[in-house]
Every structure is written in structure tokens, then in C-alpha cells.
């Protein structure tokens, strides 16, 4: 099926379209505001300032905040939970850690309250067998109850699960009978995996954001089929891939970083198409920058992760690293003398001093206004008039400059000295200590800010180029449109290599292949191909932390040939010694889970119809001073969308478009690509 | 030395304590042992070059060894210039707690860093090891009377020479432990997480220069000195005391006072611990560097803002009297150390409430609770299932205390039962908070737990548990109340039963079917009980946390009116 496909991402603040034409290729995109409290009125909004028709689109798919936000502001259902006699408290006492390593303070609130917490005879043991056999009556009784006490959704939390579901399976078909609604989860189902907390957490968050975040997509299917559209509607997923809606209704918990995931996914393709296959994006926010390393052409993933104290989610999701060092960040000096950023943050609002909104505390951005790296006229977003440069330069003076004896223009450099430090070293943290060497890598920034210090980014992380996409603001949205539709599935097995039962092995491998095709099958979405991937998580005998050994496993068709002991030991050997450096003569091997993923290859779009022309003038549209270092220099400020294809700026420059503001320091020069992105370096590499 | 800018300064803190977690990271990956791997018992930090002095610590390591790791480097230090002084590719490794602190099971190792064939600093690693011999698996053994029966002691000797690693030290480890392929496995990470440390000092030192790195080491001294100083001075001067009591050493049935003078005159602090007990028979001594570590913990839980850097203890004068168990000599028992530092670190809190009691929070529930239950499978092979378990935190002026919280001096979490259970013939009957167990106030304390395990094996099992607060609460402050007492209980053919020593016993047989039972204190109370807002109260009856009775008794009835 071909068509118009749609990509929208709904942010806090702009909700971004992009729209791509598959019969012509051509290529659009629209920013609107957000729209709250029901964003669906700014989605429909956005894509209707593109395509007057939504009968014509083939498929719209969506990168959303709603699952975050809802987690982040504890705004869930009310919720209940079944558990194992003994067990109810799990959820509550984690795995016995604390908010912060020093001070002792702070307490926490699990989702479900304990009141709702109700615990049924039933036990299995960690070898499958079932001790207990599960009281359904008692079953019937909780379920009863926890409707009684005004419970929307509810989750069934069994022990070792994860070695026998039976128990667990018998307990849910029997509350899926009773219960009013689809919002009944079951652990064995969201992640049949050892480790009780970590499951129970994963599940009960899924119960607790499904009425929510099912509600919120029928209610954006509703008004699209309204509209006219009748083509298919996909949710991107934590993990960088998209799924159907339903899916997406029940498990919501996949969809908790689904807005960045998408941005990353966009990310890895435009670096690709340059001619780049080892890149470390950098995303720039009010509060935080966020640092994600894709390496060759892969996406880093990582299999947890807390979304708050105790609020643990155990799916792949791409890897994020954030620090609270963004654009509202707080610069202060403390009691010792020591210049810090943040993690205070004004964030957009109040925002920095410059914005006259409120705060009288120095930020990051308020650093490159005084630098005059940011045009106080025309502030980017279209939200204020002008930005105030004295204010911004008095709350340097007083908070920073006095305290460190600096004038002002010193104290704005040293904010952005410190600034640039910190983010530095979150590119180090994904990069240098993963045994990444950052000279192979490019960096690319995208969201309003980054692009302004990428010149930083170069020299402290030691990242040879960067590749500012042409449209660093819409990045998330043009994510959703080439994002492939992935599935991921785990088993634990947790077997010696050398008592692996093969046929059971290959019984969950062909499990989770004939499922995720089933579902592959059942999309509309033209797939280019089918991807099968297999990963066994494996550690010697009394080691702790496991190590991903990926599987090359052959296929008959659909069918999977079972992999050998040999294989696997083979397998495990080499990806031992790559993470180690050396193996364990004596050591016995283990394997401990099974990971599945079943992709469909989207096809991708020519990401040349967005490209400038190729011919066209190069004439600054202003010059103004700019500090850099310890001096002014007059610096060429040119519109970038207009810059046709193969333009070389010199450093200094300043290029602007409407979201972003790109800096070219003095050492540094800048050269616009066929597609339109602006790839910089250093004056003597070019 | 000093002058060096204060951007720069900025800018080196954070790459220097990057480097520091960064070797965290590395052991913490590779380890093979659980109570290095998930339980986070390790620490790795950069040391002064001729005073071994904390420079800087990684984050993620276990707090208490913020400030005894110092004493290991000195210990070295001392040994290397008997030995004839230290050259490059040196490693010095040691457990000996008498010398470096904590207790036998952590072991160090201390690896001087050359820059331009001078010692620039030290660098180190310090890891809780599984099993490193003596009379109990796990080496919490209640009944030691001398530090032999608790494990083999190595006292600093050279692990690697020149770069070249001495096997025969190797071999001798080895021998020394029931479990050596987990040792070689932790050892080996530990050697990683050095090699990995002397890289980024390489990389750092050709950033930015030897002098610059070595100015900012100085400066930050200075700046830990000069921000404990500055929050001394906002304090009025003043003595203030605060006493406590171990159950007992585990030998003999006596309590044991541990007690504290606080006091503050302008911007400087003494911790006087004149009027403890004297050195016992059991293993709830400690050794000096130990005392002085834990007064610094006890400092940086009252003021989290502070760096981890020595410069931090300049204002500080820790009067630890001679004779005494927090100067336990030579070779009396230290296994059960985590006892006595979480019963110091709750007098410095409970003094230090007397002064500002809106930076400290109530007493934690004060025992690390160290049970082992252990035995042979079928086929003969030997199992030990060793975990610390955990219990409620104080309240504070802000919050009610945490529930189920880790131990003030350590960050571990605690392993899933899924996972004791995979590997264990045991299964957990109960993984619960434990209702009425928090001190009541205006903000309660957490609740504690109950953790009731059953035995699978058909061969049984003997138990062995390292426990405190069987006699004296957690107690609460700022008028709130304390929590309640750990209750140890264990099956046998008669029924339940209690150890005569309240919270430590060893040797405890149980058949197939039978169980222990551990219930843990929660936190002390913070603030005046009838100060709570009874809507809390109610949601704490509601949720059976609190039982009606208890909520009467301690609160009054008001909260009956919240009722929904």
C-alpha cells in the first residue's frame, strides 16, 4: 500500500508534523502549538495544515509523551493487584534502595496503594514446579473486591512465573472474565523474566497507564477516522520501532520513551544517508541534554530503566543518558568557591532572565545571549518579542562574575566553559567508558539548543565533525515516519549450557517468531523485509551480570533451526572475550534469558526532497559581534534554509533558522551537504 | 600550587570524579560475586601521593569507605617504605582490618600512579569478597573471639611488581576460600578496575598538564575545608550528648555503651566517643580507621552537599578513646563492624537533633542483619545463601521515613528473591513490611520487614545470623518515638524459637520444611506523635500498616474521624 505517510510528535510544547508524499516522494513538515489538556486537538491541527484530505493518507504514526507524562506526574488509574500469598508488598519495598546515597531522606509511594494489594493462596517453585495450585475462588473474590474499592485496572503478579505461567495464566483468564474492561495485565505476559520487583514494577505501570493511554489513542483514532482516514495508525515504541494501536493499548508501558526513541531512530538515518554510520546525538532541552550513541547504523539499547525513585520499567528502549545541564539550567557558586550548573533549572517557564518571566538567577542560555551567540530580536519559538541582554548580564554579574572577581563577558564564558564540561562528559560516559573511541564518531545535535555548542562538543570530547540536520526541530516527527516496526520478546530459561534442553530453546524461539510474524502479517504497512534476531543472556556459573551473546541462527522459511550447544558455546566465548578481554578455563557457562526481535523493514524515504537548491546566493542577512574566547568578533549571521547545496561558511558565523540558532566558532567551518544538513569541522581537517 | 583558576578547577572536579566511577563501573560489571555485582560493596577513589589522603571518590561505591580507604593507602605507604620504597607497576593488596578498616572480607588493593617517573598519587580498590575463609561461610561469625577464627588475614604485601603479578600470592588467596572462583573472578575485576584507572590519569595528565591536575587536587582540599567550615559557623557552639547500646558482642550477654559528646566552637567540631565500652570478646570491635570513617559518613549524611574529600574532616577532631571497642587492638574480632558504625552513626544523629534537628533525620532501623543458611545438596555439592536485609528508615522534617530502606553506611540493594530462590533449596513464604514496626511521630519512621524463608533441601540446613537491636529500639527524635525491635525466630521439632543472644546465633539445624523468620526494626519517628496529621494516621490503619490498637495507643483517636 503506498500514500501519504504521516509522522507526529506531540511535545510540551510544539506539536511537530512531518508528512511524506510515497507516490511523488516529496516531503513537508508543520509545527503547532501543543494543545492541552487534549492534545488530540493540536495532532489533528498539525496534520491539517499539510494534507487537506486524511482519506489520502496511508498510515499516521505517533511518537508520544502521554505514557511519560502520566508516570512522571503520577497520573494514572486507579489500580489494584493480585499477588502471590506473601508477596503483595514487593512493589512497595523494591529492591531495598534509597533516593539518594546521602541525607536518608525522602520516602515512596508505590502506584498501588496497599489497600489494593491483595494476596491469593498459590505458589510455584523456581524449577516450574507448582507447590500450590492457585485458588480461583480467592481469585474471584480479589478481583471482586478490588472492583468494589473503585479499582479501573488491575495487574497479576505470581512468583517465578517466568519458569511456569500456569498458575498465573489460570488466575487472569478468570479476572479477564469477570472484570469490566481490557485493563487486566499479567506479568508472565508483559515480561516473563526472573526478577520479581522488576516484572512486578514493569506490569503494574502497564496497568496503571493503560485506561489512560488507550483512552488517549482511541480518542486520536476516533477523530482521525472521523476526518476520513482509514488507513492505519501505529504508536512508536521505547525501543525505536512502531506498533498498531492495539498493541499499543495493551502494553502502554512500551511506550514510555517513545517521543526521544523516535528522535534517535530519525537521527541514525539522516547521519546514514550523509555517509555516516557512527554518530552520538545530543539533544538539547530546557532542563537536560540527552546523549544517545548509534554505532554502526545501531542504536545503543539498554533493558531498564527508573522513571522516577522505584518506578522501575523493564522493556529495551533505546539508551538515553541525560544530564540537568539544558538551556534553563541555573549557573551558582558555592560556599567553597566552585562554579556549578544546575541540576536546578528554570526550565522554559519561567525560563531564563532574559525571557523577563520571573527568574532572577542566571541559565545557561542567558550565558550565549550576553555572548551574543543568540539574537535577542527574534528569540526562536515566536513565544516573546525581544529578550532582555541587560538583565541576563546583571544576574551574571551578581551571581557568578562577583563571587569569582570576573566581569561579565569572563563570567558568561566561565558558565559556558563549565556547561560545555558537563556535556562533554556525558559524551565520554556513552562513548570513551562503553570503549567507544569518539574520533570514529560524528555529532550530531538536534533540538532547539544543541546546535550552539557543538563547537564545544568537538574540542572536549575529541568528536572529529558534526552533522546538524537540516531540520533539527522536527527530527522526532520525521522519526516516526521511517521507524521499522519491531517487536521484542525475553524468556528466561536460566540453564547450564551443558543441560540445555535444546527442544524447549527452540520451542520459545519459534514462539516469539511465529508471534511476531503473526503480527507483521496482520499490519497494513508495506515492509521492504522481515528480520529475525536472536540473543541469549549468558555468564559463567556464579557471575552476576550476564553478557548479550547474539546467535547467528538459520532459518527454514519461517521455521528456526535449533542452535547447538557448540554453537552457543562458540557464541558465547567470542562475546565474552570481547567484553572482557579473556574467559575462564574452569568456568561453566549458563545461559540465563532468551531475547527475540522481530522487525519489519519500513521502507525509507529519499531524504534529498528536503534538500536546498543547489544553486542559489550567499549573502549574510546581518553581521553582529559575537564573543568567543576572549574577544568580539563581527560575525556573519546567514538565513540557513536558504543556503544551497554544497555553500562553505567560515567560521565565525552564525546561521538561523526558525527553531535553531547554528554556531560556527572561529577555528571552525561549515559546509551545507547534497541533503541540505550542515556538516562542521575544523578549519584544517576540511 | 594553588593558583590555579577556578573554571579549570570546575572542570577537572568533574573529570577526576568521572574517572573515580568510572572504575565503580568497571568492577561492578565484571565482578562475580553478588555483594560486589548488585550490592554495590566496593569503592574506588584517587589518594594523596605522600599523605594518602582522599582526593577524590567514585559516587557509587559503599559510603563507609569514603573515609577508611585513605587508611589502606597509608597503610601502604608506611609498608612500601619499609619494603624499600614503591616503583611503577606496583600493587600492594591486603585485608588486614586492623590496618585498613572495615573488616576481613573487604579486600584492597592500592596501586601507586607514576607520571614522568614520579609518584603522582595513589589509586585504589576495595572489594567486599564473598568467602575469604575462617569458621563461618560469609565470615559473620557471631562466636569469634579473636580476628582468626574470622577469616585468613593478609597483611600488605606486594601483589605485582613492576607490572609482573607474584602467582604465588594468587595461589595463596585461592587456598584461603571456600568459593575461589568467585574470588579469582572479583580480583580479576578489581585488577581491571585499576589498569582502567591509570589510563584516564594518563589521558587527564596529557589534557591538561601534571601541575594543573596537581594544583586542583590541592584546591579542592582547600574548597571540602572551607565548605564544612562555613556550615560550622552557622551553628551556635555548644556540647551536646547522646548514648546508645549494643545488644551484646555475641559472647558474652552485656550491653555495650556506645556514647558521644558533640561539640561546636566557631567553625571547627569535636566527636568525643570518650565513655564507650571497652574493647569486648566478640566481634562488634572496631579499629580506629574505622571509627574515624564513620564519623565522616555520619558528617555527610547531615550534610549531603559535602565533597568526598578529606579536606572535609580538617575542622573535625574525632577523640576516640584508647582501650575502648572503637579502638580495638590487635587481635580482637571486627566481622560484626557494621553493627557498632550504625549504632555510632545513630548517636552522632541523635546528639546532632539536639542542635539542629531539622538536618538529621530519626535513627534507621541499625542492623545490617547478616544472615547465612547454608548446607550440602544431594549430590554432596555445598551452598550458602549470605544476604543483609533490610528495614525502615528514620523520619525526617520533611517526609515520613522510607520503608524498606539499605543501611545508612552502604547503598546495596538486595538480591530478588526469584534469583535466591533459583539458586538456593529455599523458598521465601513471606517478602513483606512489617506492620507497627515504625516509631511513631508527626513524620513516622518506615516500616521494617518480614522475611520468613522455608527450607527445600532434604538434607536440611544450618543458619547462622549476625544481627543487633534485639534490646534497644531505633529511636526517634525531635520529640518522635522509637521503632520497634528485630525479632529473630527459627522452627524446630518443639516449635518456634528465639536465640538466647537476641539477634546472633550460629549453628542453627533445620530439616526440610522448617523456617526462620526475620522481622526487622523500621525507623524512629521524627516529631511529636500528636503533631500527625490524623487523615495519615487513617490511611496507615486503611492500609494496615498501622494496626487500629497501636494507632489508638500512640495517636489518640482522632484519626477515627478520617475513617472513609
Not at chain 1, 36 to 58: E, H, N, T, Y
Not at chain 2, 465 to 483: H, S, T, V, W
Request: with cysteine; hydrophobic share 40%.
Amino acid at each position: 500500500m503506498s500514500g501519504v505517510m504521516v509522522g507526529v510528535d506531540v511535545g510540551g510544547t510544539f506539536t511537530d508534523v512531518f508528512v511524506l508524499d510515497e507516490t511523488n516522494g516529496a516531503a513537508s513538515v508543520a509545527k503547532v502549538p501543543t494543545t492541552r489538556p487534549d492534545q488530540s486537538g493540536g495532532f489533528l491541527d498539525g496534520i491539517g495544515k499539510q494534507v487537506d484530505d486524511l482519506s489520502k493518507i496511508a498510515v499516521v504514526v505517533h511518537g508520544t509523551t502521554a505514557g511519560t507524562n502520566a508516570l512522571l506526574e503520577r497520573k494514572g488509574a486507579k489500580i489494584g493487584a493480585i499477588t502471590t500469598q506473601g508477596l503483595r508488598d514487593v512493589l512497595e519495598m523494591r529492591r531495598r534502595d534509597r533516593p539518594r546515597t546521602w541525607g536518608l531522606r525522602g520516602d515512596f509511594e508505590p502506584v498501588v496503594e496497599r489497600e489494593n494489594r491483595l494476596e491469593v493462596p498459590e505458589r510455584t517453585l523456581a524449577d516450574g514446579t507448582i507447590r500450590t495450585k492457585v485458588d480461583l475462588e480467592a481469585v474471584r473474590k480479589a478481583a471482586k473486591q478490588l472492583l468494589e474499592q473503585g479499582c479501573d485496572a488491575v495487574a497479576i503478579l505470581f512468583a517465578n512465573v517466568y519458569a511456569n505461567p500456569e498458575n498465573e495464566m489460570s488466575a487472569v483468564a478468570e479476572v479477564r472474565a469477570m472484570w469490566p474492561n481490557a485493563h487486566v495485565s499479567c506479568s508472565s505476559e508483559i515480561l516473563p523474566e526472573i526478577r520479581e520487583f522488576e516484572r512486578f514494577s514493569t506490569t503494574a505501570l502497564n496497568a496503571y497507564l493503560q485506561p489512560e493511554v488507550s483512552g488517549y489513542l482511541h480518542r486520536l483514532e476516533d477523530a482521525l477516522k472521523s476526518g476520513g482516514f482509514s488507513g492505519e495508525f501505529m504508536i512508536v515504541q521505547s525501543n525505536g520501532g512502531v506498533m498498531g494501536v492495539e498493541t499499543a493499548c495493551h502494553y502502554p508501558i512500551r511506550t514510555a520513551l517513545s517521543g526521544p526513541a523516535a528522535g534517535v531512530i530519525a537521527a541514525g538515518y539522516i547521519a546514514s544517508c550523509a555517509g555516516y554510520e557512527n554518530i552520538i546525538t545530543g539533544d538539547m532541552g530546557g532542563t537536560s541534554f540527552d546523549v544517545s550513541l548509534i554505532a554502526e547504523g545501531e542504536s545503543m539499547l539498554s533493558p531498564q530503566t527508573s522513571i522516577d525513585f522505584g518506578m522501575v520499567v523493564r522493556t529495551p528502549m533505546i539508551e538515553i543518558t541525560t544530564i540537568g545541564a539544558g538551556g534553563g539550567s541555573i549557573a551558582w557558586v558555592d560556599k567553597g568557591g566552585l562554579l556549578n550548573i544546575g541540576p536546578e533549572s528554570a526550565g522554559s517557564n519561567p525560563g531564563p532572565v532574559a525571557y523577563g518571566l520571573g527568574n532572577d538567577r542566571p541559565t545557561v542560555t542567558d550565558a550565549n545571549i550576553v555572548l551574543g551567540r543568540i539574537d535577542p530580536e527574534n528569540p526562536i519559538g515566536g513565544k516573546l518579542e525581544r529578550l532582555d541582554v541587560e538583565a541576563a548580564s546583571q544576574a551574571i554579574q551578581k551571581h557568578v562574575g562577583e563571587p569569582l572577581r570576573l566581569d561579565k563577558i569572563q563570567a558568561a564564558e566561565a558558565i559556558l566553559r563549565v556547561a560545555n564540561s558537563r556535556m562533554a562528559g556525558a559524551i565520554r560516559l556513552v562513548s570513551i567508558e562503553r570503549g567507544f573511541d569518539p574520533k570514529r564518531f560524528a555529532f550530531m545535535p538536534f533540538g532547539g539548543g544543541g546546535a550552539l555548542h557543538t563547537g564545544a562538543m568537538l574540542a572536549e570530547a575529541g568528536i572529529p565533525r558534526a552533522i546538524i540536520p537540516r531540520y533539527p526541530g522536527v527530527t522526532s516527527a520525521m522519526g516516526c515516519v521511517i521507524a521499522d516496526m519491531r517487536q521484542d520478546f525475553v524468556q528466561t530459561i536460566n540453564s547450564l549450557v551443558s543441560s540445555l534442553d535444546e527442544n524447549t530453546l527452540l520451542e520459545f524461539m519459534q514462539a516469539h517468531v511465529d508471534q511476531g510474524l503473526k503480527t507483521l502479517d496482520a499490519a497494513r504497512a508495506k515492509f521492504l523485509s522481515r528480520e529475525l534476531k536472536f540473543e541469549l543472556d549468558m555468564a559463567y556459573i556464579g557471575q552476576t551480570h550476564t553478557v548479550s551473546v547474539p546467535l547467528s541462527v538459520k532459518t527454514d522459511g519461517t521455521r528456526v533451526v535449533a542452535p547447538t550447544r557448540a554453537e552457543i558455546e562458540e557464541a558465547f566465548d567470542k562475546a565474552y572475550s570481547d567484553t572482557f578481554g579473556r574467559l575462564l578455563k574452569t568456568g561453566v557457562r549458563r545461559i540465563l534469558n532468551l531475547r527475540s526481535t522481530v522487525t519489519g523493514k519500513r521502507p525509507k524515504f529519499d531524504l534529498k526532497t528536503l534538500a536546498p537548491a543547489t544553486i542559489g546566493e550567499v549573502k549574510p542577512k546581518a553581521t553582529r559581534k559575537v564573543h568567543f574566547g576572549d574577544q568580539w568578533h563581527d560575525t556573519a549571521v546567514y538565513a540557513r534554509l536558504d543556503l544551497p547545496v554544497g555553500t562553505i561558511i567560515e567560521g565565525p558565523a552564525i546561521l538561523e533558522q526558525p527553531d535553531t540558532t547554528v554556531l560556527i566558532e572561529p577555528n571552525l567551518i561549515g559546509k551545507v551537504d547534497a541533503f541540505g544538513n550542515t556538516i562542521i569541522e575544523n578549519k584544517e581537517a576540511g | 600550587m594553588s593558583d590555579i583558576d577556578q573554571i579549570t578547577l570546575s572542570v577537572l572536579a568533574g573529570r577526576m570524579e568521572q574517572i573515580a566511577d568510572e572504575m565503580d563501573a568497571t568492577l561492578f560489571r565484571a565482578a562475580f560475586n553478588p555483594i560486589i555485582a548488585e550490592a554495590h560493596d566496593a569503592s574506588h577513589g584517587i589518594y594523596h601521593a605522600e599523605t594518602g589522603d582522599t582526593l577524590v571518590q567514585g559516587k557509587s561505591g559503599l559510603p563507609i569507605f569514603v573515609g577508611v580507604m585513605s587508611f589502606a593507602v597509608k597503610a601502604v605507604i608506611e609498608k612500601a617504605a619499609l619494603d624499600g620504597g614503591i616503583q611503577d607497576g606496583d600493587i600492594y593488596i591486603f585485608n588486614d582490618a586492623h590496618i585498613g578498616g572495615t573488616h576481613l572480607s573487604d579486600m584492597r588493593l592500592v596501586r601507586p600512579y607514576f607520571r614522568d617517573g614520579e609518584l603522582f598519587c595513589y589509586l585504589a580498590s576495595v572489594g567486599h569478597w564473598h568467602d575469604v575463609g575462617g569458621a563461618v561461610p560469609g565470615n559473620y561469625n557471631p562466636g569469634a573471639t579473636e580476628v582468626f577464627q574470622e577469616a585468613f588475614i593478609l597483611p600488605p604485601v606486594k601483589l605485582a611488581r613492576a607490572g609482573v603479578v607474584n602467582q604465588d600470592i594468587i595461589d595463596i588467596l585461592l587456598r584461603n576460600t571456600r568459593l575461589p572462583q568467585s574470588a579469582m573472578g572479583d580480583l580479576n575485576g578489581q585488577l581491571g578496575a585499576l589498569d582502567l584507572g591509570i589510563k584516564r590519569m594518563d589521558e587527564l595528565l596529557d589534557d591538561y598538564g601534571a601541575q594543573t591536575v596537581d594544583s586542583a587536587l590541592v584546591a579542592l582540599g582547600h574548597r571540602a575545608e572551607k565548605l564544612m567550615r562555613s556550615e560550622l559557623d552557622n551553628l551556635p557552639d555548644g556540647r551536646w550528648e547522646a548514648e546508645d547500646f549494643l545488644d551484646n558482642d555475641g559472647i558474652v550477654d552485656e550491653p555495650l555503651s556506645i556514647k558521644v559528646a558533640l561539640e561546636i566552637k566557631g567553625n571547627e567540631m569535636i566527636l568525643d566517643f570518650t565513655g564507650s565500652a571497652p574493647q569486648c570478646a566478640g566481634p562488634v570491635n572496631i579499629a580506629l580507621p574505622t571509627t574515624v570513617a564513620t564519623a565522616y559518613v555520619a558528617i555527610k549524611h547531615i550534610f549531603p552537599m559535602l565533597p568526598a574529600n578529606a579536606g572535609v574532616m580538617r575542622p573535625i577532631n574525632v577523640i576516640v578513646p584508647e582501650g575502648s571497642l572503637l579502638s580495638a587492638e590487635f587481635p580482637a574480632p571486627t566481622g560484626g563492624y557494621t553493627e557498632t558504625i550504625l549504632r555510632m552513626i545513630d548517636v552522632v544523629f541523635c546528639a546532632f537533633a539536639k542542635v539542629s534537628p531539622e538536618k538529621v533525620v530519626a535513627n534507621a532501623y541499625g542492623t545490617i542483619n547478616a544472615l547465612s543458611i547454608a548446607g550440602k545438596k544431594s549430590d554432596g555439592k555445598p551452598w550458602v545463601m549470605f544476604s543483609f536485609y533490610g528495614g525502615g528508615h528514620g523520619g525526617s522534617i520533611e517526609t515520613d521515613g522510607l520503608n524498606h530502606g539499605n543501611a545508612p553506611i552502604s547503598t546495596a540493594t538486595i538480591p530478588p528473591m526469584e534469583i535466591l530462590e533459583a539458586a538456593y533449596p529455599v523458598m521465601f513464604k513471606q517478602w513483606a513490611l512489617r506492620p507497627d514496626s515504625a516509631g511513631a511521630g508527626s513524620h513516622r519512621g518506615g516500616m521494617g520487614a518480614v522475611y520468613e524463608i522455608e527450607v527445600l533441601e532434604k538434607n536440611g540446613a544450618e543458619a547462622f545470623l549476625f544481627g543487633e537491636r534485639g534490646r534497644f529500639a531505633p529511636k526517634g527524635i525531635a520529640g518522635g518515638e522509637d521503632a520497634a525491635m528485630n525479632v529473630f525466630s527459627f522452627e524446630q521439632d518443639e516449635g518456634w524459637e528465639h536465640p538466647p543472644l537476641a539477634s546472633k546465633m550460629r549453628g542453627i539445624s533445620l530439616k526440610q520444611g522448617q523456617s526462620v523468620r526475620l522481622e526487622t526494626p523500621g525507623g524512629g519517628g521524627y516529631g511529636a506523635a500528636s503533631d500527625r496529621d490524623p487523615s495519615l494516621i487513617a490511611k496507615d490503619v486503611k492500609n494496615e500498616l498501622v494496626s487500629e490498637a497501636a494507632a489508638d495507643g500512640t495517636y489518640g483517636t482522632a484519626w477515627r474521624e478520617y475513617q472513609s
